[in-house]
């Protein structure tokens, strides 16, 4: 009887396990998208990811994740932010396949919103969320998307903002995952933490 036990908890702990990887974008390991214009531009810069756009000129950098898109996941970073208002934005990407197909969860000052492109439509948009996040510069956030079967819950500084559900055949396409920002911003993004 002690055996059995000890076997089914050895079995149990063991199917608990769940792997983690930490980006801390020092030597690139994923091949993070890089780029730089004069309006824009998406660098690593010691070690973190360092984004800026312009009005006109959004900003998104992403990398193919070593994810299993088939289970649950974590994805998790820090965020140093230049200015949190209600005319600019930054957020996560996941699903990411290109440019004009991608799953984005965004921030901007009160508010979180999701959005699903295909072929460079939107076509999904949850309406935006009330958070606990006002205007203020030189902001510490840390943002958080976990998939759960078929649903992605979007945490921002620990606290739920939205839970975004998708119907049983949902499925998805990409381990593309990265970042994006919009308005005249600066941001860095830092401590990229995935578990599954």
């Not at 002690?2 to 930490?22: D, E, G, P």
């Not at 010691?46 to 088939?70: L, Q, R, W």
Request: hydrophobic share 40%; aromatic share 12%.
């Amino acid at each position: 009887m002690k055996k059995i036990l000890f076997s089914l908890l050895f079995i149990a702990s063991f199917n608990t396990i769940r792997a983690q990887i930490l980006d801390e974008f020092d030597s690139n390991n994923y091949e993070w998208s890089e780029f730089s214009t004069k309006k824009s531009q998406a660098i690593i810069i010691n070690g973190k990811m360092h984004m800026e756009s312009s009005v006109d000129e959004p900003a998104t950098t992403f990398c193919y994740a070593p994810i299993d898109i088939t289970s649950d996941f974590d994805v998790k970073c820090d965020v140093l932010v230049k200015k949190i208002d209600d005319d600019n934005v930054f957020g996560l990407l996941l699903d990411y396949l290109d440019e004009d197909n991608y799953l984005a969860f965004k921030v901007t000052e009160g508010y979180a919103c999701f959005e699903q492109y295909r072929e460079g439509r939107r076509v999904r948009r949850y309406p935006p969320c009330q958070i606990k996040l006002k205007e203020q510069k030189k902001a510490h956030v840390e943002l958080e998307v976990r998939k759960e079967s078929n649903r992605f819950v979007f945490n921002i500084n620990g606290v739920k903002a939205m839970q975004v559900h998708f119907g049983p055949n949902y499925e998805m396409v990409s381990a593309g995952l990265g970042f994006m920002i919009g308005g005249k911003q600066k941001v860095d993004f830092d401590n990229l933490k995935i578990e599954q």
